[in-house]
């Protein structure tokens, strides 16, 4: 059912067909949640949906534990270094070249992983408050070429191989975090903290507060630091911290995730809710087909002549509640304002107006066969009462004629004698 709640949402919210995205969702978001995403660009969006559905199968699990999962892990790292043509041949004078070379001379998974690290780590020392996101994207393009070029000219030593692996995970991060920041409409590291963490604070000032305690949103947004970090020669300084107090790049990047899965977090839990009310609504659609079978028995002996019949169809055999009485109130059970309490996504309410009309209809109709119950009754007693007369006064009349001689004309006698 979750994916049957995010194909209307998902075209409203990157702007392009459901398929191109290779998901089917149908359902949507709360209003505040909405209006939020609306603000960022289509590819932010898009990569905002690829994150919740692959969360879906954690459904039912608590969002601290989807959010982990569906981070980075080495399976999802080595699915990305996977081998291609384009990566086998080597790259003369290239850092994966002089990376190799080096584990040639001393083959050891030690040397080679700590020579990827070394140069990944120099890669990020120029990253600092003033770099442009694109920019720290491209440097870390460059790490995992090079990451994925090693593996791939190492692919038969299989130590090797698991090292470099387990090192790629936090290139990984990395790279995806500013592949997530690059997308935002702003033009440093600094500044683009300072817009993510605004817009998470608006977020959570604006979401379903039953969404902002799921997600623990309040305190974890708290945990991390405010607005504010600028640059400070090669790293960041916090605003109103020591002298020299500096935030660690690392630290940078993990708040930055941080952000965005509070983000992801108040979306996933408003679909959650979306989705438990569309189950509810599921339910509710079985009684609804339930009820017009009920209704359609009822109407067929409410047709009928028969007072015993009618009596029946209407009031039942007298062991209990008749068939009326019992659809009218199975009709009234259904609760649609709980299931808008849950949630106020814009598919559930396209849906619960629908249904709401199909079950009031029914509801009015079967308010009417009670009421004129006694009406119809009362007629078709007075049916059965004038046929009961006439068949008296048929038989009466049969009688009569019997008693004159068995059948012949007036005045007895043979009429041809």
């Not at 990944?120 to 003033?130: L, M, P, Q, V």
């Not at 359609?296 to 055999?317: E, T």
């Not at 009406?375 to 078709?380: A, F, M, P, Q, T």
Request: charged share 25%.
């Amino acid at each position: 059912m979750f994916r049957l709640v995010l194909t209307a949402f998902c075209a409203w919210l990157v702007a392009t067909p459901c398929w191109s995205l290779s998901f089917g969702v149908k359902g949507g978001l709360d209003g505040s949640t909405r209006r939020f995403l609306e603000r960022y660009p289509a590819t932010v969006r898009e990569e905002f949906i690829k994150a919740l559905e692959q969360a879906l199968p954690l459904l039912d699990k608590s969002v601290d534990t989807a959010f982990d999962r569906i981070d980075f892990s080495v399976e999802k790292a080595t699915d990305r270094l996977q081998c291609t043509l384009e990566t086998l041949p080597p790259i003369a004078g290239s850092a994966a070249d002089r990376v190799v070379r080096e584990v040639l001379n001393k083959p050891s998974g030690n040397t080679a992983t700590s020579n990827l690290l070394r140069f990944a780590e120099n890669r990020r020392e120029k990253i600092n408050g003033s770099t442009s996101p694109t920019w720290a994207f491209a440097r870390y393009t460059d790490v995992i070429a090079t990451v994925r070029e090693v593996r791939c000219r190492f692919s038969g030593v299989p130590d090797l191989v698991l090292a470099i692996d387990q090192l790629s995970i936090s290139f990984f991060e990395s790279h995806d975090t500013w592949k997530y920041i690059k997308e935002i409409d702003c033009d440093t590291a600094n500044n683009c903290y300072g817009l993510l963490y605004r817009d998470t604070v608006a977020l959570i000032g604006a979401s379903d507060p039953r969404d902002v305690v799921a997600t623990n949103a309040k305190v974890r947004i708290e945990a991390l630091p405010k607005p504010g970090i600028r640059l400070s020669g090669d790293g960041f300084e916090r605003v109103g911290s020591a002298r020299g107090s500096r935030l660690p790049l690392k630290d940078y990047e993990a708040d930055a995730r941080e952000l965005r899965s509070i983000q992801l977090g108040i979306a996933f839990e408003s679909l959650k809710r979306a989705d438990a009310a569309m189950k509810m609504l599921d339910g509710y659609a079985v009684q609804l087909a339930g009820a017009e079978n009920a209704y359609a028995s009822i109407i067929a002996g409410y047709g009928s002549n028969n007072s015993r019949l009618l009596r029946v169809a209407v009031l039942g055999d007298g062991s209990g509640m008749g068939p009326a009485e019992t659809l009218e109130s199975s009709l009234k059970d259904i609760n649609f304002d709980q299931v808008l309490a849950t949630s106020d996504a814009e598919e559930v309410n396209v849906r619960v107006a629908k249904m709401r009309g199909s079950r009031d209809s029914q509801l009015a109709a079967v308010k009417d066969i009670r009421a004129g119950f006694e009406s119809r009754l009362n007629s078709v007693l007075a049916y059965e009462a004038e046929l009961a007369r006439r068949q008296r006064l048929a038989e009466e009349a049969a009688a009569r004629v019997d008693r004159r001689g068995g059948g012949g004309p007036p005045g007895g006698g043979c009429p041809r004698c």
